[in-house]
């Protein structure tokens, strides 16, 4: 039995009609698929930007407290038991910080704990403590 063979040009009209190019349905799914994928990728930039921006005003916000520790320690200065709050901005990023200095059970120390918030922005950006001793009680 011999295969029946088929002529060329029936062979070339017949690859004329299936290689005339892609479908609408196959154009509009893979439109679909880069619309999808450029979505989420605008908006992975976006959440990057964003905790970048929170991260710079941490970074501000931790030496805005380091600062306010660093003059305590510099004034030799025994501080008073209480809590009280001052502005501590840093270029144009308005902060506040809120230092709580309490007793210890060793009298010649004092637990100093300085936070940092953003006026109109929920919770804390830093927080940083220390324990101080009284230089001006001390004898040498």
Do not use: K, Y
Request: glycine share 6%; net charge positive.
């Amino acid at each position: 039995m011999r295969a029946r063979s088929v002529p060329w040009r029936a062979l070339r009209r017949t690859s004329r009609r299936t290689s005339r190019g892609f479908t609408m349905i196959e154009v509009l799914v893979a439109l679909a698929i880069v619309a999808i994928a450029l979505a989420a990728s605008l908006r992975a930039v976006g959440s990057l930007a964003t905790s970048e921006a929170e991260l710079h005003d941490r970074l501000l916000a931790g030496w805005s407290a380091d600062n306010a520790l660093g003059q305590l320690r510099l004034a030799h200065a025994w501080p008073d038991i209480g809590e009280r709050s001052f502005d501590c901005s840093q270029g144009n990023l308005r902060l506040t910080c809120t230092q709580l200095v309490a007793a210890t059970p060793n009298p010649i120390f004092r637990r100093v704990e300085v936070s940092v918030t953003m006026p109109g922005r929920d919770g804390i950006l830093a927080q940083l403590v220390t324990v101080l001793g009284n230089e001006t009680n001390r004898s040498l």
